[in-house]
């Protein structure tokens, strides 16, 4: 099974719909959790200060673009930075950093 194949199965499994400007589809969106080696001893599993990756199908390339604004379900994620990650030359998948959009507030 090629990288592709495999990329595509997991966000049709784990996925979730994402709501970019230029249509809906499913990616992979979960937080970033890391291991921190600070004094105290923690789990890993801690948050990484409210960013979340982003994977897509490589074939979403024009879709998804970096600093965009999107939806999954209720909230707003600011899309930072996307790449396209290769395997053997080849592209596999869209790969992204965001974190959630601030909302505007009216000024009176």
């Given at each position: 099974m090629h990288c592709e194949q495999v990329i595509r199965r997991l966000i049709r499994r784990c996925g979730r719909v994402?709501?970019?400007?230029?249509?809906?589809?499913?990616?992979?969106?979960?937080p970033i959790r890391e291991r921190?080696?600070?004094?105290?001893?923690?789990?890993?599993?801690?948050?990484?200060?409210?960013?979340?990756?982003?994977?897509?199908?490589?074939?979403?390339?024009?879709?998804?673009?970096?600093?965009?604004?999107?939806?999954?379900?209720k909230e707003k994620f600011l899309l930072e930075r996307v790449e396209t990650v290769y395997f053997q030359n080849k592209p596999a998948y869209l790969w992204g950093l965001a974190v959630k959009a601030q909302e505007e507030r009216d000024h009176e």
């Open positions: 994402v709501q970019f400007p230029s249509g809906s589809f499913l990616a992979y969106l979960n921190t080696d600070k004094l105290i001893p923690t789990e890993s599993g801690i948050f990484h200060q409210g960013k979340w990756i982003l994977i897509a199908s490589c074939d979403k390339e024009d879709e998804v673009r970096g600093n965009t604004v999107f939806t999954a379900g």
